[in-house]
């Protein structure tokens, strides 16, 4: 079964970092691109960064650009998203997911806050 | 950008009615298009992509038509279980700029 689980999530104050990680288990990792996906509280989908299969080319939205690394460890079947710079309207949930064009499947998901 | 605009926001239906969807996109992204649902506290799951073809598992009272601009999700006859949030995304530029519409919350009548 393929399973996604994020970690990393916080209470962060503004300016300030934290990583979030994505441990991914019942498949072949390294054959698939990955993303980053956020939601604010209440609010609607918003795609974050994605990064290829061998981890050598990266995306990002311009929201975060400058500010956010991604990142992935094959050897640990992790992929990770480097947060810098925090603001108050990165906080949302972040869920990782496979990233074929579209996003299938998902993680539960992992809460970042941004607050002082 | 290419924005994705759906509608309506929120949706009263009863179980077993006919339910239909609409997503528009700015430009013409041909059927480079996903349905997502999302109920509450849960992530969100695949439903639809290329427009049409529906992802594993999912029931077949779920289908998908449209392509340039216009795109349709129905639901034949909703059940109990489908009273949720539905998504709809673009991969147009893939793997550049995907973009989300705003989503359409079904809701018990």
């Known amino acids: 079964e393929v399973q996604l689980l994020e970690s990393g999530g916080g209470l962060v104050q503004p300016g300030g970092s934290l990583r979030l990680s994505c441990r991914a288990s019942?498949?072949?990792?390294?054959?698939?691109?990955m993303t980053w996906v956020r939601q604010a509280p209440g609010k609607g989908l918003e795609w974050v960064s994605g990064?290829?299969?061998?981890?050598?080319?990266?995306y990002y939205a311009d929201s975060v650009k400058g500010r956010f690394t991604i990142s992935r460890d094959q050897s640990k079947n992790t992929l990770y998203l480097q947060m810098n710079s925090l603001r108050a309207e990165d906080t949302a949930l972040y869920y990782c997911a496979v990233w074929y064009k579209w996003f299938d499947p998902w993680g539960q998901g992992t809460l970042v806050t941004v607050s002082s | 950008e290419i924005v994705m605009t759906q509608s309506p926001a929120t949706l009263s239906v009863s179980p077993g009615e006919r339910v239909t969807l609409s997503c528009r996109a700015s430009?013409?992204?041909?059927?480079?298009l996903a349905w997502y649902q999302q109920k509450p506290g849960q992530a969100p799951r695949l439903l639809i992509y290329g427009a049409s073809t529906r992802s594993t598992g999912v029931p077949v009272r779920f289908s998908g038509s449209g392509s340039g601009t216009e795109f349709t999700l129905t639901v034949s006859s909703l059940q109990s279980e489908d009273f949720a949030v539905y998504y709809c995304q673009q991969y147009n530029n893939w793997p550049r700029g995907p973009t989300f519409g705003q989503g359409t919350k079904v809701e018990i009548k």
């Open positions: 990064i290829n299969d061998f981890g050598d080319t990266t």
């Open positions: 019942g498949f072949i990792f390294s054959n698939y691109a």
């Open positions: 430009q013409s992204i041909s059927s480079n």
